[in-house]
């Protein structure tokens, strides 16, 4: 995670510090501060400090900011940072978390973002660690329900479609009962008023609407106003020939798994050879997903194939690849390697040159 912290004046430089000392402490990603030029002397910015001064009208830097961080944490008037933002605001999927905090650290409001980006999370965690008072206005919160892209945030899911979120949550603000149809375990007991309900029971759903799935697979006839949450259990293992365009190792991920009926939101990770770590195809695909690559060496997945062969698990060979880079496959052991446990859901598959196997982690 990245945060800027941006102050425009000498106490809100003393107050940018000590929230950077904090995230610092707690271990949350690379943290920037900003500050107008005019402050470059004042003798509180120690040259220790992450700190990057801009020229130009707060607003012209603040739009650049929104862009290039998840977090933003404003040490400004509320109103400033309304009358910037609000026009940058996507929606939530895309839009980072801003916090503002007064100069004097007195309170921590959350502005954007709030579920999924984490803002309210962060302005109670800020609120308490230097004793300010936190101030969250969602309409969730404020009446003690858990949001369900509050859930997802929290277990690490991904959501879709977004525009379903808020009939989810006014469903739950009126008190009705939610069924959550999930696949695997939960990650812990849903509060009310969810109600959990195993995958595929046969019920009758037409009565129960809006609806949340727990799940990796598509579900084309669950009808529209459905909310699919996504847990991150598949690893996706490639193998290409060096140069391959990206267009057609992002082609053959996307092509394999809406054959098996399953979300590329849910990829947690793509594996593949440690020879191929420079593989731009690669890594730029896993960029574009935003997942991160799992590599391996030809020695790790030598070893890893006889323990296959001894457990009986069937991969398929290849003279070529053996020839080539010394390991009898790469995308169906990899995949089953990045993760203890996983299981190959899809061998193997070759797409114009590419080649692809999917595994799903327990």
Known sequence: MTTAVIALTGQGLLTAKR?????TLQGKGSVHIYLPEKLSGL??????????????????????????YRVLICIMA?????????????????????????????????????HLGGANELTGQLAEALGATAV??????????????????????AIEPLAVIKAVNGALLENKEIPVYYEGELPEALPEPYRARPFNTGEDQ?????????????????????????????????????????????????????GAGLSLKSIRALATVEIKRDEEAITEAARQLGVEVKYFSTEAINDFWVQAEEANIPLIYSDFVKQ???????????ALMAWPGARLIVPKTNYQGVTVAVAEVS
Do not use: H
């Not at 009208?57 to 739009?63: F, K």
């Not at 969602?138 to 277990?155: E, F, M, S």
């Open 19 to 23: 929230v950077m000392e904090w995230l």
């Open 78 to 114: 509320l109103g400033i940072v309304v009358r910037i933002i609000g026009p940058l605001a996507v929606n939530k999927g895309e839009d980072p978390a801003v916090v503002v905090m007064d100069e004097k650290s007195q309170f921590a409001i959350s502005v954007l973002s709030g």
């Open 206 to 258: 037409a009565e129960l609407t809006p609806m949340v799935y727990i799940t990796n697979k598509v579900i084309l006839s669950s009808g529209e106003g459905n909310l699919f949450l996504r847990p991150k259990n598949l690893v996706v293992g490639v193998g290409c020939r060096r140069g391959c365009p990206v267009t057609r190792v992002k082609g053959a991920i996307q092509e394999v798994l809406t």
């Open 324 to 334: 080539q880079i010394g390991v009898s496959g790469v995308c169906e052991p990899t």
């Open 136 to 157: 969250v206005t969602t309409a969730t919160d404020v009446q003690g329900k858990r949001a369900i892209d509050a859930l997802a945030r929290q277990w690490d899911m």
């Open 43 to 68: 003798a509180e910015v120690g040259p220790e400090e992450e700190i990057i001064f801009y020229q130009g009208p707060l607003g012209e830097e603040l739009a650049k900011i929104f862009q290039q």
